[in-house]
């Protein structure tokens, strides 16, 4: 980066030395702002930014009007969250602008946002209503 940056990344696996590239999968660019805003439930919407079904993996971002809830469900699977602006809670507390929770398998919780949230989740598995 000529002028440096700032970045967010998860890994799921590790990195090792190349010489070349050869015939390998390309990296992947997506326009987030490009992507459309759907309906998740009442005051949450998602975009849905990367998904990898056969694997149970999905990158979205959902963004929480003031006042929105997801009620009492469970994690198959992990999840990370990060919160580009507001705040949501869950039963562990308040996770502010710039921080990260994570929810690991079996986690059951509710989220709720005072002033509304706009996060950055990466999802490993599903989730059930309780």
Same mark, same amino acid.
């Given at each position: 980066?000529?002028? /440096? =940056?700032?970045?967010?990344?998860?890994?799921?696996? &590790?990195? +090792?030395?190349?010489?070349? %590239?050869?015939?390998?999968?390309?990296?992947?660019?997506?326009?987030?702002?490009?992507?459309?805003?759907?309906?998740?439930?009442?005051?949450?919407?998602?975009?849905?930014?990367?998904?990898?079904?056969?694997?149970?993996?999905?990158?979205?971002?959902?963004?929480?009007?003031? /006042? =929105?809830?997801?009620?009492?469900?469970?994690?198959? &699977?992990? +999840?990370?969250?990060?919160? %580009?602006?507001?705040?949501?809670?869950?039963?562990?507390?308040?996770?502010?602008?710039?921080?990260?929770?994570?929810?690991?398998?079996?986690?059951?919780?509710?989220?709720?946002?005072?002033?509304?949230?706009?996060?950055?989740?990466?999802?490993?598995?599903?989730?059930?209503?309780?």
């Amino acid at each position: 980066s000529k002028n /440096g =940056a700032t970045i967010l990344a998860v890994l799921t696996g &590790g990195i +090792e030395s190349a010489t070349e %590239i050869k015939n390998t999968p390309p990296s992947q660019v997506f326009a987030i702002s490009e992507i459309e805003w759907k309906e998740a439930r009442p005051g949450v919407r998602q975009k849905p930014i990367w998904e990898d079904k056969a694997a149970e993996r999905r990158a979205i971002m959902a963004r929480f009007e003031p /006042g =929105a809830m997801l009620p009492l469900h469970k994690h198959i &699977g992990d +999840e990370l969250i990060f919160i %580009i602006e507001g705040s949501n809670a869950d039963e562990s507390g308040t996770v502010a602008t710039g921080n990260m929770s994570y929810r690991p398998n079996g986690c059951t919780h509710t989220v709720t946002t005072k002033n509304g949230a706009t996060a950055l989740a990466f999802v490993w598995g599903k989730t059930e209503m309780v």
